[in-house]
């Protein structure tokens, strides 16, 4: 059992590239999360699901956009890549509306020089 | 809107002694609470979760945590540390207003020294 699969795992992008961070799940979760993680900050939501076809802004959603076509899938985009998007991103998922908590995938280290 | 409050960044400890890491939230409601921890170069894991009941939570590890409404705080304890708990720890709550966010603390760096 796979659980939360991300891909890549380290990527350097150039500033105004895009990049299409993937999202894959293999436990029929309906709910699927982004996060992004700055040293001191925590994690902050980017963009969440709640089924396919069903996506909604968290807390920073600037720059980024999402899909949700299949129940297994929820890529993330960043259309013009900007150094402030220098992070780590965790994409998790959940059963249901998170009473038991989330499942995160391993995270990709993006660098926008 | 809910926060979550880590008061420690960076915790130093030896090994066996004693761990506290403070956590405090902001919603009056009904909550479910969260601590994960990542270790170094890895994705957040689940360490311990309260939902209702009995309000002192044990975890893996030999990690609990104690619930206590009045204080609204879910404070991290473990009698005695190891080496290999060296990793970040971040508190995580979930309120019945929140929909399907889980909002998370800053997380508290720990390091124990050998």
């Known amino acids: 059992n796979a659980g939360v699969t991300q891909t890549p795992k380290f990527r350097i992008l150039k500033i105004g590239q895009s990049m299409t961070l993937q999202c894959t799940q293999d436990m029929n979760h309906n709910y699927m999360y982004w996060y992004r993680q700055d040293p001191g900050m925590g994690l902050k939501l980017i963009y969440y699901?709640?089924?396919?076809?069903?996506?909604d802004k968290g807390e920073v959603p600037n720059g980024y956009n999402v899909s949700r076509s299949t129940t297994e899938d929820f890529p993330l985009r960043l259309e013009l890549a900007a150094p402030s998007q220098t992070s780590v991103y965790f994409c998790?998922?959940?059963?249901?509306?998170?009473?038991?908590?989330?499942?995160f995938g391993s995270g990709t280290r993006l660098t926008v020089v | 809107a809910q926060s979550v409050s880590q008061h420690n960044h960076h915790v130093i400890l030896s090994e066996a002694a004693s761990l506290e890491l403070g956590c405090n939230y902001s919603y009056g409601g009904t909550v479910n609470l969260f601590w994960y921890v990542q270790y170094p170069g890895q994705h957040l894991q689940l360490l311990l979760k309260?939902?209702?009941?009995?309000?002192l939570v044990k975890g893996i590890k030999g990690f609990e945590a104690e619930f206590i409404k009045s204080k609204f705080s879910f404070n991290l304890r473990k009698p005695s540390v190891q080496w290999s708990d060296t990793a970040e720890y971040f508190c995580a709550v979930n309120a019945d207003n929140a929909g399907n966010m889980l909002t998370f603390g800053g997380g508290t760096r720990l390091m124990v020294k050998p």
């Open positions: 309260y939902f209702s009941g009995d309000p």
């Open positions: 699901s709640v089924g396919a076809g069903i996506t």
């Open positions: 998790a998922s959940s059963y249901d509306r998170g009473n038991y908590g989330y499942t």
